[in-house]
Structure formats: structure tokens, C-alpha cells
Antibody
Framework: QLHLQESGPGLVNPSGTLSLTCGVSGASISTSRWWSWVRQPPGKGLEWIGEIFHTGSTHYNPSLKSRVTLSVDKSKNHFSLMLTSVTAADTAVYYC??????WGQGTLVTVSS | DIQVTQSPSSVSASVGDRVTITCRASQGISVYLAWFQQKPGKAPKSLIY???HLHSGVPSRFSGSGSGTDFTLTISSLQPEDFATYYC?????????FGQGTKLEIK
């Protein structure tokens, strides 16, 4: 059974960089699947951020593309999200997931000074 | 981007009722549509992939159908634990896009 777990700071300063990691257990990150990030602002719907394959191939949401970088660390069996120049609009619960099936529990990131 | 329009945005129903939620894609997506259930304060739970395939452990009262642009999620006999918000997502093209959600409330 694959398990995903997000980790990272819960508070980020405006104009700073949001960095989160998703630990993968129960499977190798080098298996043939994509690894994705989804976010949900408080009280709102789901927004797809992007996804990465273990080879490093990526797809990003055009609305965030200029600020987002996804990466994979095979040695640690985890993948990461970096979002730069954050504002209050980036306050959300961030989920890591595999497309259409497994989800992490989510982590709330608040952008505030 | 492919737009996914979900309806209704909310619905009230009673235990034992049959409920149908629809998703319409702005262009054909074959069967590349998934459905998720989300309860307050919890992560989404995957219910259905490829329009009609139930994930392991999902009760058989849930079913999905459709192809192309029109899709439905049906709950045949509502149970108390089914009251939640439901989302669809297309994964035929990038960027992946979600419907805006349907909140299923107790009548």
C-alpha cells in the first residue's frame, strides 16, 4: 500500500518561497507513475499545481508555471515542491498525490508576516 | 485548458435516496475522468478512475459512467457516511482540471 506524507513549514513570509516535500513509502519513487501536487485554499475547490515523473519530466499549471519547480530525490524516495514569490493567495492546504489514486493527508501553509 | 463543469453545486438528499452528479468537459476527454470524495478537514479520497472503474474498497453503491464530454457519478442508495463534497477531474490533457465540486448535504 503506497503512503504519501507532506512535510514543510506551515508559515511562509510574503514574497518568500514555499518549500514542501512528499515522502513516499510502500513503493519506489522510480516506479512508472507520475507524482503530483494539488492545493486547496480555505473553503475553496481543488487546484492542480503540477506533476513530475521520476526521470525529471514535469508538467505545470500555466497559472503557476513561472513560480513553481518540482523535483525528485530518488535517494530519499521523495519529491518536492517549491513555489516562489508567494502572496496571501497562496495560502492553502497542499496535497501530494498520485494521479487518480493515492493522496497525502495534506499540510496547511499560511502566507503571512 | 479543458474546462470541467460540475452540477449541481450542491444537493440535499436523504438516506436511501439515489443521487446523480454530472461533469461536462469542454472538449472530448475519452474516459479520462476521475471522481473524488472529500469530507471536511480531510484529504480527498479517490473513488473512480477511467470514468467507471471503482477503486478497491469503494462500495458498489457508487458508480460512474460516461465518455467524451458527459459523465455521471451515481450513488444508488445514500448512506450517512456519503454526505461530503464530490469532485471530478479530467486527466486527458494538461493542465489537469477539476470541477468546482458538489456538496451533498443531508435533507
Amino acid at each position: 500500500q503506497l503512503h504519501l506524507q507532506e512535510s514543510g513549514p506551515g508559515l511562509v513570509n510574503p514574497s518568500g518561497t514555499l518549500s514542501l516535500t512528499c515522502g513516499v513509502s510502500g513503493a519506489s519513487i522510480s516506479t512508472s507513475r507520475w507524482w503530483s501536487w494539488v492545493r486547496q485554499p480555505p473553503g475553496k475547490g481543488l487546484e492542480w499545481i503540477g506533476e513530475i515523473f521520476h526521470t525529471g519530466s514535469t508538467h505545470y499549471n500555466p497559472s503557476l508555471k513561472s513560480r513553481v519547480t518540482l523535483s525528485v530525490d530518488k535517494s530519499k524516495n521523495h519529491f518536492s515542491l517549491m513555489l516562489t514569490s508567494v502572496t496571501a493567495a497562496d495560502t492553502a492546504v497542499y496535497y501530494c498525490a498520485t494521479p487518480t489514486d493515492y493522496w497525502g493527508q495534506g499540510t496547511l501553509v499560511t502566507v503571512s508576516s | 485548458d479543458i474546462q470541467v463543469t460540475q452540477s449541481p453545486s450542491s444537493v440535499s438528499a436523504s438516506v436511501g435516496d439515489r443521487v446523480t452528479i454530472t461533469c461536462r468537459a469542454s472538449q472530448g476527454i475519452s474516459v479520462y475522468l476521475a471522481w473524488f470524495q472529500q469530507k471536511p478537514g480531510k484529504a480527498p479520497k479517490s473513488l473512480i478512475y477511467a470514468a467507471s472503474h471503482l477503486h478497491s474498497g469503494v462500495p458498489s453503491r457508487f458508480s460512474g459512467s460516461g465518455s467524451g464530454t458527459d459523465f455521471t457519478l451515481t450513488i444508488s442508495s445514500l448512506q450517512p457516511e456519503d454526505f461530503a463534497t464530490y469532485y471530478c477531474q479530467q486527466y486527458d490533457d494538461y493542465p489537469r482540471t477539476f470541477g468546482q465540486g458538489t456538496k451533498l448535504e443531508i435533507k
